[in-house]
């Protein structure tokens, strides 16, 4: 039986990596990193709404530390904490998706923290994903927009202003 964090999300698709199982690393929640996990999810339900209550696929919940390090995540990745979650395979696009989200995020509507559009491509509604991530240690949340590329084989991150277009 799958234990479900909040009424869509699983512990489960929040905690799999399949880098993790090649590797042999565990990936087991603290029992913080789970609380931090609900948090996660009950903000993927208010995503999730905006979308048209459509399920939405994670590709990345929580990834501890060798396994955050492992798979190319950023050194000091809120991934690490459970506090983030990676969307992709959004039913319209992944691109399109970020565009209905980040109204909502600028105007402070769900607690998010940072919301990344990670390595979209014009016209590949595939391309990249979506980063969410929540303030550590119960923080105010920051509303940031960002946007992350690759420069000359490393990531860069910088804000993503309105009206949201890709450049
Ligand atoms: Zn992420």
Excluded at 78 to 99: I, R, S
Excluded at 128 to 145: D, F, M, S, T, Y
């Amino acid at each position: 039986m799958a234990e479900y964090l909040t009424d869509n999300f699983s512990l489960q698709e929040m905690i799999r990596s399949s880098y993790a199982t090649r590797m042999g690393l565990d990936n087991t929640p603290t029992r913080k990193q789970k609380q931090n996990l609900v948090e996660v999810c009950e903000v993927l339900e208010g995503v999730r709404e905006m979308l048209g209550g459509r399920s939405l696929f994670v590709s990345s919940g929580l990834r501890k530390g060798k396994v955050n390090d492992g798979q190319g995540g950023a050194r000091n990745s809120v991934h690490k904490l459970g506090l983030a979650a990676d969307l992709d395979n959004l039913p319209d696009g992944n691109y399109e998706a970020f565009l209905q989200i980040v109204p909502h995020v600028s105007r402070g509507d769900l607690p998010i923290d940072q919301i990344i559009g990670e390595f979209f491509i014009e016209g590949e509604p595939r391309a990249g994903w979506i980063h969410i991530g929540l303030a550590r240690g119960g923080g105010k949340p920051r509303n940031q927009i960002l946007r992350a590329s690759r420069v000359g084989g490393r990531t860069r991150y910088s804000v993503w202003a309105e009206p949201w277009a890709l450049a």
